[in-house]
């Protein structure tokens, strides 16, 4: 028995030291030319975010901040009772009123976001959630080199749902008397091709960045 | 570009006491910026402070978590370890 304590007590502190040492992240030669100019990037490789080395390494790193911040918790916790304690955790924002409603946003106390409301004419009006941003989601473009937004025409008539990556975009429309329906897309997103979409009596309207006739 | 990128322009000198934060998921400084800048600066410092990188491996994206509270206890550490370094810890 007193020789497996000693393996184990063994196995601890090698741990221990080892989170207290910083991780070195293994180099792999990479060389480039970028606008004429050699370079030389041993962790190019770090980008690859589905390779088992590139979590490993990123999980050290945080291990060893951990280990080294271990002592922190307390006055970081303390830091943050004492911000909260400023915070108004159940409010409400400034009503801004919009065609015979009033819209506002209000958090509520224990809860990460907050909801989207409104009432009609008064703020002694029964009150109609618009998003509850804990249970909603309307949209996940899954690749993740987009953004999304969501936008309304200038005619109020279409919402638009738009993911937008560096030189691509997509465009999606649902009639904003129907909010519950579902969005369609409008164009198909192709690569390098970005667009924008209106709608007015009728007739869609499109920015592109696509030469649509050869004599434009 | 070349003359203001932090991860081109560093050098075998003395750095202060750093802490770099990351998502994993962020979309747009991707994670790999900050990581390749702190595993490149750990083998040209020649100083002994602390070097800390800090990645949220969970739901995070540019502006880190994305609840209040999850964001409020970010905030709280960043600033417990910045005050930490200037001695005042409680």
Redesign the interface.
């Known amino acids: 028995m007193a020789v497996r304590h000693w393996i184990l007590l063994g196995l601890v502190s090698a741990k221990m030291l080892s989170s207290q040492t910083?991780p070195?992240?293994p180099r792999v030669e990479h060389r480039e030319v970028r606008h004429g100019?050699a370079v030389t990037?041993?962790?190019?490789w770090?980008?690859e975010?589905s390779n088992p080395k590139?979590?490993q390494?990123?999980?050290a790193?945080?291990a060893?901040?951990a280990a080294?911040?271990k002592d922190?918790q307390?006055?970081?916790?303390?830091?943050?009772k004492e911000?909260?304690g400023r915070?108004k955790q159940t409010d409400l924002s400034v009503p801004t009123p919009n065609r015979g409603y009033l819209y506002y946003s209000r958090?509520e106390e224990g809860k990460?976001?907050p909801i989207q409301c409104r009432r009609k004419g008064n703020m002694e009006a029964p009150e109609e959630v618009l998003l509850d941003l804990k249970f909603e989601e309307i949209y996940n473009d899954k690749d993740?080199?987009?953004?999304i937004d969501i936008s309304k025409s200038r005619d109020r008539q279409y919402l638009f749902l738009q993911s937008e990556a560096k030189d691509t975009s997509e465009t999606r429309y649902l009639r904003a008397d129907r909010p519950a329906g579902d969005f369609s897309v409008f164009l198909p997103r192709a690569k390098g091709h970005r667009y924008y979409l209106d709608h007015r009596e009728g007739l869609f309207y499109i920015r592109t960045s696509l030469r649509l006739h050869e004599d434009l | 570009m070349k003359t203001y990128s932090p991860y081109d322009n560093l050098a075998k000198r003395a750095y202060p006491a750093i802490l770099v934060t990351t998502s994993f998921n962020d979309s747009q400084v991707m994670y790999w910026e900050p990581a390749k800048y702190v595993a490149r600066l750990r083998t040209l410092k020649t100083d002994s402070n602390p070097l800390l990188l800090k990645v949220k491996m969970d739901p995070a994206g540019h502006g880190g978590a994305s609840g209040r509270y999850d964001r409020l206890h970010d905030t709280a550490f960043e600033y417990a370890r910045l005050l930490g370094q200037v001695g005042i810890g409680k």
């Open positions: 910083p070195t992240a100019a990037d041993d962790y190019f770090l980008r975010k590139v979590t390494y990123l999980e790193e945080n060893y901040t080294i911040t922190l307390p006055f970081s916790d303390a830091l943050y911000m909260l915070i958090t990460q976001y993740e080199l987009y953004d």
